[in-house]
């Protein structure tokens, strides 16, 4: 049986208040766990225990943020993500129980924006999903006050106002994190930045035990935009390679 659960609070003044995120995940322990944590940020929490519910839940309730777990009953966390994704886009936190490349770049091409694999600290998931939502309202803040121009790199073209990627003349698809992680390669093309500096500048993480997120986007961006164009400057960082002047 579908289960839904909705818990409001009324913690005000905090970063988080009136802000929507839908958790989805089948372990009781973790969901409730996870709840509490958001609730205590000032989040309004509502979840859900399996595929079509969350599915349902996203629908009705136009959440802000989704906390997702890969592996559901029903139909699991990528088709979820695939479902939703169509709807509106949502910003995703993608749980996985696997620490399994694979499955994080697939996550990520379907539309999740972050990852975290169990078992995680309930104080880094509340972290992330400040930063998620920060991203969101710096994109919408960038959509009504943009960058005038089209920033063309050879046969990449950035249009930054309507935050759009054409490679070739054909549009490419990307997450907002890719799309923000490309423009901060792009802001210095052929320069270096350590995996450090694109967590600061793109996730606005201090902590590099992310690093490992870095590595992730920039295989997700290559698939879409060409591998040839990030080049890997090993121990060190990515660069964005353009056309010889």
């Known amino acids: ?31 409730d766990a996870i709840a509490a944590r958001l609730r205590a940020e000032g989040f309004l929490v509502q979840t859900a225990a399996d595929g079509p519910a969350a599915v349902d839940a996203a629908e009705a309730w136009q959440p802000d943020l989704m906390v997702l777990d890969v592996m559901l009953p029903g139909f699991d966390g990528l088709e979820v993500c695939r479902r939703v994704q169509a709807q ?3 910003p995703v936190l993608m749980l996985t129980a696997r620490d399994d490349e694979t499955d994080m770049l697939v996550g990520l091409g379907v539309g999740a924006d972050d990852y975290m694999t169990k078992p995680f600290s309930m104080r880094e998931l509340a972290a992330r999903v400040h930063v998620l939502l920060r991203r969101v309202e710096r994109a919408a803040l960038a959509a009504v006050t943009p960058r005038s121009g089209i920033l063309r790199l050879g046969e990449l073209e950035i249009d ?11 549009d490419v698809h990307l997450t907002p994190t890719e799309f923000d992680l490309l423009v901060c390669l792009a802001n210095t093309p052929r320069a270096v930045l350590s995996r450090e500096q694109l967590l ?33 400057v090993h121990g060190v960082g990515y660069a964005l390679e353009t056309p010889a002047p």
């Open 1 to 31: 049986m579908e289960q839904v659960h909705t818990t409001h609070n009324g913690v005000a003044a905090t970063a988080g208040a009136q802000r929507r995120v839908l958790v989805v995940e089948d372990d009781t322990t973790i969901v």
């Open 88 to 90: 509106r886009p949502v």
């Open 160 to 170: 930054h106002a309507q935050r759009r990627v054409r490679v070739r003349g054909d």
């Open 200 to 232: 600061a500048e793109v996730w606005d993480w201090a902590d590099a035990s992310g690093t490992r997120t870095v590595d992730s986007h920039i295989k997700a961006l290559r698939r879409k935009i060409g591998a040839e164009r990030i080049r890997t």
